[in-house]
Nanobody, 123 residues
């Protein structure tokens, strides 16, 4: 069974940057991957997803122009570069496997969730 480990979170000031990593226990070649954000007390929301070959990337409106998703299949790792971070980006970020089509990823369509990595944007 595929397992993910997220890393790269931390405390950053508003306007700062972080790069999150999602490392898989096995081959990612056949899986589209999504990143999700769960703010304190709120539901998990899709941030971005990337297709198996990186030919398709999709972003939620909140992430457009600030976040960039990428993948390295040779390293079985997916990344989320987050720039211009805002306090509302605070929360736990998760990656999972599921469909990447023409809308932001929907958590109920995804599987193989990692444990998440905490991002805190605060001055």
């Amino acid at each position: 069974q595929l397992q993910f480990v997220e890393s790269g979170g931390g405390l950053v000031q508003p306007g700062g940057s972080l790069r999150l990593s999602c490392a898989a226990s096995g081959s990612l070649h056949y899986y589209a991957i999504g990143w999700f954000h769960q703010a304190p007390g709120k539901e998990r929301e899709g941030v971005s997803c990337i297709s198996t070959s990186s030919s398709r990337t999709v972003y939620a409106d909140s992430a457009k122009g600030r976040f960039t998703i990428s993948r390295d299949n040779a390293k079985n790792t997916v990344y989320l570069q987050m720039n211009s971070l805002k306090p509302e980006d605070t929360g736990v970020y998760y990656c999972a496997a599921g469909p990447c089509v023409d809308y932001a990823p929907r958590s109920w369509q995804y599987d193989y969730w990692g444990q998440g990595t905490q991002v805190t944007v605060s001055s």
